[in-house]
């Protein structure tokens, strides 16, 4: 049995919300110079990540299936004068990076993790089994353009961010426990999405033999 | 970040390189060849001639069907037999690509026949589908460090009971979408990479490349140990310049190596600064060792360079001899380079060393179990 005890909990679901939207919503809470660099998804994934208050010692994983749509269709869409910036804003955990090299902020550990049907279970997992003290569980997507049109980007964007630790700390919100057993399953993304973002509990089998159990004090 | 726990063997292990499989591009690299080629940096749209090292008969386009997907099934056909997706045979699919360049000949010439594998999620899923893989297959992306990360997520797995034996595989084969990128940042031109030497201006090559390996707690030759990662998180395409981020991936690295005679197989990808860092924080970190690197010949393959050059460098331990720093040339970053190749059989183990964009950094050592 895996465990992870729930810190602190951070979920933004901008919905229909534009880009140019959301990058207004979200400037203020960055440097004035480093927001106007940061990529869209870079705002959304940061700012989540920003409420754990990552620190040097905490590992982080980073769940997201498409990552940089829209840094990856402008770097594209910018040949054959390929831009060195959008170049290196499109790899995949340019969001959370974006946020920590702003804060100048070094961790031991960033797991990036992508995938399908098994990524909520997958980077769950992930987190349960990193030796740090804390884990910074975070995670997003944003709704593609072009690339949507291809089914190669999210139909939607959102963000969150879990802290957690497999010590219960003085007020935790709630646990995360992956356990074994019999039976097949799958967890998207989103679905975990929606779940941290509804404060919900869950039980549900999110991958082959694996029971996941969300539970909120 | 450490790893405390026991010991991981590593059962089986492959790569493929466009200098052949892991004992020929091994031969290769002890003969000092080259598989760095100048080629068009846009491919079918021309562009400066840049070093790169394609597959033999693979073109920079993407193709339809992809090359690529030839070349990694031809790869995993060595994989042992097994329940590999299954609940106790996790996979740890890492790369830094997967299937980009479809996305890019998507967008550039129109042919939705691209989109089919042109995401992670998609490329992984019929990668699985061709290999007969299950479910359980993670895919990590962390740039030029994503093979570390398959690798300690693949121990993880092992040494929390949850596997009987876990497979890592990564793959990176180039398109003009990374060649024009590494091109923009202006670090590859037409200059060919020197790892390791000191010259008025840093060059990189790129490569193709894919390589395999199953990891299991009970069997197998050899032993994986010591793995760290770290993330300066300092700029996207530097490293700060005291060299702290190298040190700190390599203390935990030092500390498993302590009492063993190791040589350490650098990233080296030819540019000047890193180099430098590198070189130095390999001779504070293991005084004795010498520094050897392969970008030199085999291009930097990126994502999947952590597990080629692990392939390699298990190669150079069963030969008994170590391939030097090919297309290296005096005067070197430091007086523990080696240029040359040499006699490892007074060693007990290699290290292993990658880095990234982000500042970061992964390390390991091997050696027989």
Not at chain 2, 318 to 341: F, H, I, L
Request: hydrophobic share 45%.
């Amino acid at each position: 049995m895996l465990e992870l005890h729930i810190h602190s909990a951070f979920a933004d679901d901008p919905g229909e919300e534009a880009p140019a939207a959301t990058r207004e919503r979200l400037k203020g809470c960055f440097p004035a110079g480093a927001a106007r660099r940061m990529t869209t998804l870079g705002m959304l994934v940061g700012n989540a990540v920003a409420r754990a208050q990552p620190s040097p010692g905490d590992a982080i994983v980073y769940a997201s299936g498409y990552a940089e749509s829209r840094a990856l269709e402008d770097f594209i869409d910018s040949f054959p004068a390929a831009s060195p910036t959008l170049f290196q804003t499109s790899i995949q955990p340019s969001a959370v990076q974006q946020l920590m090299i702003g804060r100048q902020t070094p961790v031991d550990e960033l797991m990036p993790l992508s995938g399908g049907a098994l990524l909520a279970f997958q980077a769950l997992r992930a987190a349960a089994l990193s030796p740090a003290q804390r884990v910074i569980v975070c995670g997003g997507e944003e709704r593609g353009t072009w690339l949507l049109e291809h089914k190669l980007a999210s139909e939607r964007t959102y963000a969150f961010a879990l802290a957690a630790a497999k010590a219960p700390g003085a007020a935790p919100l709630g646990l995360v426990r992956l356990e074994p057993r019999d039976g097949g399953g799958e967890l998207g993304l989103s679905a975990l999405f929606d779940a941290l973002r509804d404060r919900r509990n869950l039980d549900c089998q999110a991958a082959a033999g694996w029971r996941l159990l969300i539970e909120w004090r | 970040m450490a790893e405390p726990a026991a010991p991981v063997r590593i059962v089986a292990y492959g790569c493929s390189t466009p200098l052949g499989d892991a004992a020929a591009t091994h031969a290769a690299l002890l003969r000092g060849d080259r598989a760095l080629r100048p080629v068009p940096v846009l491919g079918r749209e021309g562009g400066d001639p840049v070093p790169l090292a394609l597959m033999p008969g693979r073109l920079l386009d993407e193709e339809d069907p992809p090359a690529w997907m030839a070349a990694v099934k031809s790869l995993c056909a060595a994989v042992p037999a097994g329940d590999w997706g299954g609940p106790r045979r996790p996979v740890f699919l890492t790369g830094s690509n997967f299937g980009v360049g479809g996305v890019y000949a998507l967008r550039r010439f129109g042919s939705a026949a691209f989109a089919r594998w042109g995401a992670p999620p998609a490329c992984a899923e019929r990668l699985g589908a061709e290999l007969g893989w299950g479910p359980d297959v993670s895919v990590l992306s962390l740039a030029c460090v994503s093979a570390h990360l398959g690798l300690l997520q693949a121990s993880r797995v092992l040494q929390a009971g949850l596997a009987d034996e876990s497979l890592v595989v990564s793959f990176d084969f180039l398109s003009p979408f990374v060649a024009g990128g590494f091109h923009a940042l202006k670090i590859l031109n037409a200059e060919f990479p020197s790892p390791y030497s000191e010259r008025p201006t840093g060059a990189i090559g790129l490569g193709d490349g894919a390589a395999f390996a199953v990891l299991s707690l009970d069997r197998g030759e050899f032993a994986i140990e010591g793995q760290s990662l770290f993330n300066e998180m300092h700029h996207f395409t530097a490293n700060r310049q005291d060299g702290s981020g190298f040190a700190r991936c390599l203390e935990p690295t030092a500390r498993a190596a302590r009492g063993r005679r190791v040589w350490f197989k650098g990233h080296g990808t030819g540019t000047l600064e890193a180099g430098r860092l590198e070189v130095a924080s390999a001779a504070r970190a293991f005084p004795s060792a010498p520094v050897v690197g392969w970008k030199g010949s085999l291009g930097h393959t990126l994502g999947s360079c952590g597990l080629v050059e692990m392939a390699v460098a298990l190669e150079s331990i069963r030969s008994g001899r170590t391939p030097g720093t090919v297309a290296g040339a005096p005067p070197s970053m430091g007086a523990n380079v080696s240029m040359q190749g040499f006699d490892n059989r007074g060693y007990d183990a290699a290290v292993c060393a990658s880095n990234a964009f982000g500042g970061a950094h992964g390390a390991f050592m091997i050696g027989h179990a």
